[in-house]
């Protein structure tokens, strides 16, 4: 241990730091439940309604199964089911681009930059920016577990390409009234359209599964080892 | 047969059922750090106590999605650290960290003689002055490290840092208070 260190350790134990006051009085006036909890189990309760309408609807109708196995298309990203797995799978999560700060990514973007509105999810710890169709901005937090959030505009359809084998479930979802796909298995393949217009290959193994869906002119990519439930959930804390 | 207590994580789950009592018992052994660490952040008594307060209350509210089994300390002090900065934006009233006085600190030997007394408290006021002095980034590393003893990793967290910007933070700062003293 340097001086500095013993000198700045010494230092700790004689600071006079205020007494520390009583800081659960503002608890103690809390309903006796925590409300999130409440919250939580109230939305996981519809959105397990909701898609067991979707998932009923989509046996009972030829037509959406026909249609569950072509092609889905949600704001710029498509989703293309094979009927055999797609190539080559890596083990691990790849964000798109080259990692900045989060300022240069947000004033590289033609659009506000979304983020979890939680008490207690800090900035993401990197932020990566690929220039294809205008910008893709990924955000990436990883504790206590490795979530990424992709955004990019409306505007560029199939600028990412999803192609899913049949060992990926693709189902509808709703987020906050708007549509977007819930894409969960073991192969599935990544593309991004470069800003030359050929296809750069990003194979992806997911973990958990993916949430796609759009809000207000963007189209929002959450992945990570994430129940549907969790990315649901956090997909509607997303502003 | 002597009973132990209750292991943290059976204390979380009560607390997560709404067992006020079972809260209240999850952050005792930590209000004390939480309202220091957000006085580190606010720099002001009043804004810190508020933030603390209102950062328990957000605990609370929030308990449904802390992990079982994760620990429970780093959890909370970020809480409290993002209500601190939040308060500090809306704050600009500052105030200075103190020592306290000379006959309150506990001796470790021989008492020193009077001169020697009054050139060590000048010099570690010194450095208290020069930790002061650092930028918010610098300084508030050297707080969590030193002054409120967090780990490394716990200081990433509160502060919202990789845990290779902690070290590189606090590397600069310590050569800046070198420098200084």
Same mark, same amino acid.
């Given at each position: 241990? $340097?001086d500095?260190?013993?000198s700045l ?5 004689e ?9 659960? =009085?503002?608890v103690a006036?809390?309903?006796?439940? %925590?409300?999130?909890r409440?919250?939580?189990? $109230?939305i996981a ?7 067991v309408?979707?998932? $009923?609807? +989509?046996?009972?109708?030829?037509g ?7 092609l889905?298309?949600i ?14 799978v890596?083990?691990q ?5 080259? %990692? ?7 004033r590289s973007? %033609?659009?506000?930059l979304?983020?979890?509105e939680?008490?207690v ?10 220039r294809a169709?205008?910008g893709i ?5 990883c ?5 990424v959030?992709?955004e990019?505009q409306?505007?560029?359809p199939?600028v990412?390409?999803?192609?899913v &084998? ?10 906050? &009234?708007? =549509?977007?796909l ?7 393949v ?11 290959e990003?194979?992806v193994?997911?973990?958990g599964?993916? +949430?796609i ?7 929002l ?5 994430? =129940?549907?439930?969790e990315?649901l ?7 | 047969m002597?009973?132990r207590?209750p *292991?943290?994580?059976?204390?979380v ?7 006020g /009592?079972a809260?209240?018992q999850?952050?005792a052994?930590h ?10 952040i606010?720099r002001n008594t *009043?804004?810190a106590e /508020?933030?603390a307060q /209102? *950062?328990?209350?957000k605990a609370f ?10 620990p429970?300390r780093?959890?909370l002090?970020t ?11 809306s704050s600009?009233?500052r105030e200075s960290?103190?020592?306290?006085a000379?006959?309150?600190v506990?001796s470790?030997?021989?008492a020193?003689?009077?001169e020697?007394?009054?050139?060590a ?6 450095l208290l002055?020069?930790v002061?002095a650092l930028p918010?980034?610098h ?7 030193f002054f409120l003893d967090l780990?490394?990793e716990?200081?990433?967290s509160?502060?919202g ?5 902690v070290?590189s933070?606090l ?7 070198r420098e200084?003293?």
């Amino acid at each position: 241990m $340097t001086d500095i260190h013993r000198s700045l350790r010494a230092l700790a134990g004689e600071i006079d730091f205020p007494p520390t006051p009583d800081l659960l =009085s503002r608890v103690a006036l809390e309903p006796h439940r %925590p409300r999130h909890r409440l919250r939580r189990r $109230t939305i996981a309760l519809a959105l397990a309604a909701l898609a067991v309408a979707v998932a $009923t609807g +989509l046996a009972l109708s030829p037509g959406a199964r026909s249609a569950f196995r072509q092609l889905f298309r949600i704001g710029s990203v498509q989703v293309v089911r094979l009927d055999e797995a797609p190539a080559a799978v890596a083990a691990q999560l790849v964000p798109f681009g080259r %990692p900045v700060s989060f300022e240069l990514a947000a004033r590289s973007v %033609p659009f506000r930059l979304r983020l979890p509105e939680t008490d207690v999810a800090p900035r993401p710890a990197r932020v990566y920016l690929d220039r294809a169709g205008g910008g893709i901005v990924s955000l990436v937090w990883c504790c206590p577990r490795r979530v990424v959030l992709t955004e990019l505009q409306n505007a560029t359809p199939g600028v990412i390409q999803k192609t899913v &084998g049949p060992a990926t479930l693709v189902e509808p979802v709703q987020v906050r &009234g708007e =549509s977007g796909l819930w894409v969960v298995g073991s192969d599935h393949v990544v593309r991004v359209v470069t800003v030359t217009g050929s296809w750069t290959e990003r194979p992806v193994l997911v973990e958990g599964g993916v +949430l796609i869906w759009t809000s207000q002119g963007v189209t929002l990519r959450l992945e990570g080892n994430l =129940s549907k439930d969790e990315a649901l959930a956090i997909a509607k804390r997303i502003r | 047969m002597a009973s132990r207590p209750p *292991a943290e994580q059976d204390v979380v789950a009560r607390a997560q059922h709404g067992d006020g /009592d079972a809260f209240a018992q999850l952050v005792a052994p930590h209000e004390q750090i939480a309202f220091r660490t957000a006085l580190m952040i606010t720099r002001n008594t *009043a804004d810190a106590e /508020d933030a603390a307060q /209102d *950062a328990m209350v957000k605990a609370f509210r929030a308990l449904g999605r802390f992990r079982v089994g994760s620990p429970f300390r780093p959890w909370l002090l970020t809480i409290v650290a993002n209500e601190a900065r939040n308060r500090r934006r809306s704050s600009s009233r500052r105030e200075s960290l103190a020592l306290r006085a000379a006959a309150e600190v506990p001796s470790g030997g021989a008492a020193p003689s009077p001169e020697g007394a009054l050139v060590a408290s000048e010099e570690r006021a010194a450095l208290l002055r020069a930790v002061e002095a650092l930028p918010d980034e610098h300084r508030l590393v050297v707080a969590c490290r030193f002054f409120l003893d967090l780990s490394e990793e716990e200081t990433a967290s509160v502060l919202g840092l990789r845990r290779g910007t902690v070290k590189s933070r606090l590397s600069r700062a310590l050569d800046r208070l070198r420098e200084a003293t």
